[in-house]
């Protein structure tokens, strides 16, 4: 059975309202097969979801990483400061000090890096 209006699967799945579209399935083999076909792949995206989360926390995982190697790289620059005395003049002109924000300090007040 021929249809009388079918501008393909994507514009009427898009402007159809659902039941329109509905009924335009019933009509319409190309669309249902093209419909059945999607099911298709939203149960393979269904499918697929455990998977996807994983990747994304193994992302979260790598991102904080990243983020520790940045502190861990901050903590040798201060070192660095340290080593070249700039730190003095840093910890002279940026008040609070280390100490006063309450982060672990050495005898001499710089931060204490493990
Ligand atoms: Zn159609």
Do not use: W
């Not at 009924?23 to 076909?37: I, M, S």
Request: glycine share 4%; hydrophobic share 40%.
């Amino acid at each position: 059975m021929k249809t009388k209006k079918c501008n393909g699967y994507e514009s009427m799945f898009t402007f159809l309202s659902e039941e329109a579209f509905n009924e335009h399935l019933k009509e319409c083999e190309e669309c249902r097969l093209e419909h059945e076909k999607m099911q298709r792949v939203s149960e393979l995206i269904q499918e697929a979801k455990p998977y996807i989360q994983k990747t994304k926390k193994r992302k979260t995982a790598l991102k904080a990483a990243c983020a520790a190697f940045a502190v861990i790289s901050m903590s040798a620059c201060f070192q660095f400061f340290a080593v070249t005395g700039l730190y003095d003049e840093i910890a002279y002109a940026n008040s609070p000090t280390i100490e006063e924000m309450g982060l672990p300090v050495d005898e001499y007040g710089f931060l204490l890096v493990d």
